[in-house]
């Protein structure tokens, strides 16, 4: 490709200046004609002398030659491995309905009835599949999607003349879905440019590029619908929801707005068919430009790592730890020497401010913590007993997960709240499926009506903690419970807070007083 390409893209895009606008006998939208042609009485809510652009063609010319197709040859996981058979770092599951929309064009003839693994999967068979990606250097840097090029052994890109180069994958991030290649070329290529994600707003026009279906490079156009969507992909969600029609193969796609920007990377679509249905979800440039810096850089992400299991803060357990609202994320478990525990967290902890920066919700914590270099002091501020108090942590590098237990044993008891609880024994342990190392008391039953069941509680259970005191038996449970109700007259505490560990995973339960 020669330099006269880059000259008349011109894709390091201005701001551009005005937009066509309608002309007077089209529409411009204006409080007076509107409300001639209507009965509208809140003339206050339509903005006076606002115009529609009256095409995309002059942005589309710009950015387009930056926006290539990819084509990957790669091979096909053998059932229950993650991509390139790495379990750790495998993508996760997006739940129905929403989908990936990689375009795996002959992955249905290797899938045998109601998914089980046939004689083609064990034998991992090539794979040929299609997404979209875009260039953000000359130098031939490509931002894509992770699960376009997980299991790749070949990827080629295609430009939007029809020129086709070979890569090589520079780093991937799967909690992300961000990849990152590079053009085996000497050519200087066109390219675009990270906006900013957070001046995005509802409502604001947006125009994505792709190749759908693999018929080349395809724009179109819509708005951003929402911001900040979760939708289960990821400990880092925090998706820019569009209405622009994106479907297989624009999987990576720049999400542009109206100055040549891109402020989103195509990732997923919700659809009970399989195609568009107007809701798309495209990973936020902010977050995309801090993950691409890193894979050039080091060729792999490194996070901040706190140490702990958190959970929701609900209105139940804001009353049961003395909360005047719900906000913030509650420690349901601390892991043993990491930076939580050297810093003086506690369980029943709730983490309501990081560096000044307030958490509204449990799922703000991990992307905050994930931008902070391991060594760094952090200030927290924390909610212990109904009263704020300042913590100072530093960070630590994101290790593997670790696990650790203890044992205990008695029998059967029946308490408040619908339960029936047992002593771990290895009876109990082997009737629930139980680790040897567990701790605690077991719900053994569970009264379908009762308080437990209407909270989440279930047989096989572990119950951990209660008020923040550990339990090793039922009699244990039933001495804090009656404890509980007497103190409760006096400091009319309304909820009793049990740590309870399912296949696990430690979680907090608010059971309140009052149904004991």
């Known amino acids: 490709m020669s330099n006269n390409r880059i000259a008349k893209s011109a894709v390091a895009v201005a701001a551009l200046g005005a937009v066509a606008a309608l002309?007077?006998?089209?529409?411009?939208?204006?409080?007076?004609?509107?409300?001639a042609s209507s009965s509208m009485t809140t003339p206050a809510l339509i903005l006076e002398n606002r115009t529609l652009p009256g095409s995309f063609s002059d942005i589309i010319e710009r950015v387009g030659p930056a926006v290539?197709?990819?084509?990957?040859?790669?091979?096909?996981?053998?059932?229950?491995?993650?991509?390139?058979?790495?379990?750790?770092?495998?993508?996760?599951?997006?739940?129905?309905?929403?989908?990936?929309?990689?375009?795996?064009?002959?992955?249905?003839?290797?899938?045998?009835?109601?998914?089980?693994?046939?004689?083609?999967?064990?034998?991992?068979?090539?794979?040929?599949?299609?997404?979209?990606?875009?260039?953000?250097?000359?130098?031939?840097?490509?931002?894509?999607?992770?699960?376009?090029?997980?299991?790749?052994?070949?990827?080629?890109?295609?430009?939007?003349?029809?020129?086709?180069?070979?890569?090589?994958?520079?780093?991937?991030?799967?909690?992300?879905?961000?990849?990152?290649?590079?053009?085996?070329?000497?050519?200087?290529?066109?390219?675009?440019?990270?906006?900013?994600?957070?001046?995005?707003?509802?409502?604001?026009?947006?125009?994505?590029?792709?190749?759908?279906f693999g018929l080349g490079q395809t724009a179109t156009k819509g708005i951003v619908s929402a911001r900040g969507r979760d939708i289960g992909a990821g400990p880092y969600d925090d998706f820019l929801q569009i209405d622009a029609p994106i479907n297989r193969g624009n999987s990576g796609g720049p999400t542009f707005n109206l100055r040549g920007e891109v402020i989103g990377v195509n990732t997923a679509i919700i659809s009970p068919t399989g195609v568009s249905a107007g809701i798309g979800f495209a990973v936020p440039s902010d977050m995309a430009k801090n993950v691409i810096a890193q894979l050039m850089k080091d060729g792999s992400v490194s996070r901040g790592w706190l140490g702990v299991n958190i959970q929701n803060v609900t209105k139940d357990l804001a009353a049961g730890l003395g909360m005047s609202k719900a906000e913030g994320a509650l420690v349901a478990g601390v892991n043993a020497g990491s930076p939580a525990a050297k810093g003086g967290l506690k369980p029943g902890d709730v983490i309501v401010a990081v560096d000044g920066e307030r958490i509204e919700k449990m799922r703000e914590l991990p992307r905050r913590i994930a931008r902070i270099s391991a060594g760094n002091d952090t200030q927290m501020t924390v909610i212990r007993g109904g009263k704020e108090r300042a913590l100072t942590i530093t960070i630590g590098a994101m290790p593997k997960a670790d696990k650790v237990a203890a044992v205990a044993s008695e029998k059967v008891e029946k308490p408040r709240f619908g339960m029936v609880l047992s002593a771990l024994t290895d009876k109990t342990r082997a009737q629930f499926g139980l680790e040897k190392g567990e701790v605690g008391v077991v719900v053994s039953?569970?009264?379908?009506?009762?308080?437990?069941?209407?909270?989440?509680?279930?047989?096989?259970?572990?119950?951990?903690?209660?008020?923040?005191?550990?339990?090793?038996?039922?009699?244990?449970?039933?001495?804090?419970?009656?404890?509980?109700?007497?103190?409760?007259?006096?400091?009319?505490?309304?909820?009793?807070?049990?740590?309870?560990?399912?296949?696990?995973?430690?979680?907090?339960?608010?059971?309140?007083?009052?149904?004991?």
């Open 23 to 35: 002309g007077a006998a089209g529409g411009v939208l204006s409080s007076k004609n509107l409300a």
């Open 68 to 212: 290539v197709s990819i084509r990957v040859t790669g091979t096909a996981p053998r059932a229950g491995q993650g991509g390139q058979g790495d379990t750790e770092n495998a993508r996760p599951e997006i739940p129905e309905p929403f989908k990936r929309f990689f375009n795996e064009e002959d992955g249905k003839r290797f899938r045998a009835p109601d998914g089980a693994p046939n004689a083609q999967q064990r034998r991992a068979p090539k794979v040929r599949g299609m997404g979209s990606g875009f260039f953000i250097d000359a130098d031939g840097h490509i931002v894509t999607n992770n699960h376009v090029v997980a299991n790749a052994d070949k990827i080629e890109v295609m430009l939007k003349d029809g020129e086709t180069f070979e890569a090589e994958l520079v780093g991937r991030d799967p909690k992300t879905d961000l990849a990152l290649l590079k053009v085996k070329s000497g050519e200087k290529f066109p390219y675009v440019r990270f906006g900013s994600s957070a001046a995005a707003k509802v409502g604001d026009w947006v125009i994505a590029l792709g190749s759908p």
């Open 445 to 516: 039953g569970v009264d379908p009506n009762g308080i437990a069941a209407k909270k989440g509680v279930r047989p096989g259970d572990v119950i951990r903690r209660i008020s923040g005191q550990e339990v090793a038996t039922p009699a244990d449970v039933i001495r804090i419970v009656d404890k509980a109700l007497e103190d409760a007259k006096s400091d009319k505490r309304k909820a009793l807070l049990v740590l309870v560990n399912r296949k696990g995973n430690d979680r907090y339960v608010a059971l309140p007083l009052r149904d004991a």
